[in-house]
């Protein structure tokens, strides 16, 4: 039998959630609402997602008026 090809994982990339400022760690992303902290949410362009309970907080965009 042929050997399977190993697929290369990816690594987490938990550590940039963090951030050490003065020997504290702060964190980055807003915890959940719903779920307390530890659990963060997804930041994008227009909205904050919790991959969890799926609880979406949208952001108010600001129209330019010409």
């Known amino acids: 039998m042929a050997k399977r090809q190993v ?3 990816v690594p987490s ?3 940039k959630l963090y ?3 003065d020997g504290k760690i702060i ?3 807003p915890t959940s609402p719903k779920e307390g902290p ?3 949410m997804a930041v994008h362009k227009n909205r904050k997602t919790c991959g969890k309970s ?3 907080e949208f952001t108010k965009t600001e129209k ?3």
Do not use: A, D, H, L
């Open 19 to 21: 951030e050490v400022k």
């Open 13 to 15: 990339q938990r550590w």
């Open 54 to 56: 799926g609880y979406t």
């Open 27 to 29: 964190r980055k992303n």
């Open 38 to 40: 530890g659990i963060f």
């Open 7 to 9: 697929k290369n994982k």
């Open 64 to 66: 330019k008026e010409e």
